[in-house]
């Protein structure tokens, strides 16, 4: 009936256009009332459209000026205007235009800006909703909002009202140690007032936790995936009917101890051989050694260039221990690439020289302590101890246990007795320093001499 409608107005004013368009001899007839038909075509979309339709098919260029958007009003009721939180509420009103109410269109209504739910307006603009409120604040704001769709000729508009909330607040309490060793487990003590039934959830380090409570509970959280370091602990429990949410937050501390690396290694490298390099951890935790920035495997990587490198003693991170490492710069001789053959072996030369002068001087200083710190040394009694040291030194390299002064002299040199070429030569040294430091008989020149030639048989 209405397209009926429209298609006949339409085709009476497409005559009235054509007939102005191209004048026809005088005819009878009553005048039109131009305005009432122009009111009629800008009130209807859908008669606008269908004449600018006719008008094309026929030929004729016509230019309709858009009407102005028609301006809306929208009301807003909430009944009750108090509501225990998590209850619900109803929402109602009215969306008008000055022509009069606007049926079956979407109002959106939010609660506390967040968007709730959509109502539709019936025949007379007329829209109703329930909604539930859900936010713990002493009021809450609820909007209408009428927004057209597209292509519709309509202005927006929005109303609020407020919704006053009752509530009980409720609070969380935590407590935990201050420190906590790394690896062990972390116990969380949880109060919450008052005691009501509800989920606790635990933050800490990116896990969450979640612990069903009362009044209180406690939470064991293992640190081992946790981060060395000062660690914020977040509790959170949600809002539960008239009883609103609740955070709490915590700090701890988890300790890491360092384990104790050791690494000695020649200050020269072949490249393709295997080399003598000696380390220990303390504790016991398992570690990588790299040469030249690659996992050693017994030998020096054959593809490296003559040079000096790094090489580095790594420990693997385990609870309590964090990862440790150690460096000792050494330097890599390849013969594929080697430079020239004097000035590598002048390097090698000072290099080695070098350090076992101060490797010795250490041993030195470790055979000087242990001797009573009330003697006063002669020069023959240092000499004979100096022997001793050069002496510990050639046997530590052969067998790989370094001499400390928490051994006597005899007491190392049982140890490494088995690496000594001439027994009775070391037996001679270990005798000399002993008199050294322990008798006021100081060995003499000729027994000193004899030592020396005795270093040279081990």
Known sequence: MRRAFAVAIATALLLLIVALHRPTGPQLAPTPDIRQLVELVKSDPDLRRL?????????????????????????????????????????????????????????????????????????????????????????????????????????????????????????????????????????????????????????????????????????????????????????????????????????????????????????????????????????NVSAVLYVAGRPYNGSVPLDVATGFYDLVLRTAQAPPYRSASTTQRVFIINVANFVPLAAAAAVVFILVKRARKEEVEELYREVRGAAPQSAVLTIQAEEALRLLAHAFYILGERSGVRYSRIYTYREYAAKVTQHAKNQNCLRHIVTLAERAAYSPHTPTPAELAEGWRCLDQL
């Open 51 to 283: 004449i600018l339709h006719y008008a094309e098919e026929l030929g004729i260029q016509l230019t309709v000026k858009q009407p102005k958007p028609i301006s809306t009003n929208i009301t807003l009721h909430v009944q009750p205007d108090k509501v225990v939180a998590g209850g619900a509420v109803v929402a109602s009103g009215i969306l008008n235009t000055p022509r009069g109410p606007l049926p079956r269109q979407l109002v959106a209504i939010y609660v506390d800006k967040t968007l709730a739910t959509f109502a539709t307006t019936d025949d007379k603009g007329r829209f109703q909703a329930e909604l539930r409120v859900g936010v713990y604040k002493p009021q809450v704001e609820i909007r209408a909002v009428y927004k057209p769709l597209p292509g519709e000729p309509y202005l927006e508009s929005n109303a609020t009202a407020t919704v006053e909330v009752l509530y009980n607040e409720t609070t969380l309490r935590l407590s935990a140690p201050r420190q906590v060793k790394w690896g062990d487990v972390l116990t969380i003590y949880i109060r919450q007032d008052p005691p009501i039934p509800r989920a606790v959830r635990i933050s800490v380090g990116g896990r969450t936790y979640v612990v069903e409570t009362r009044g209180e509970a406690a939470v064991d959280i293992p640190t081992a995936a946790l981060t060395p370091g000062m660690q914020k602990i977040t509790a959170h429990a949600e809002g539960r009917g008239p009883y609103a949410p609740a955070t709490a937050a915590v700090a701890v501390e988890i300790v890491a101890e360092t384990p104790q690396a050791r690494l000695e290694a020649p200050p020269v490298l072949i490249a393709g051989l295997p080399a003598e390099i000696r380390y220990s951890v303390t504790p």
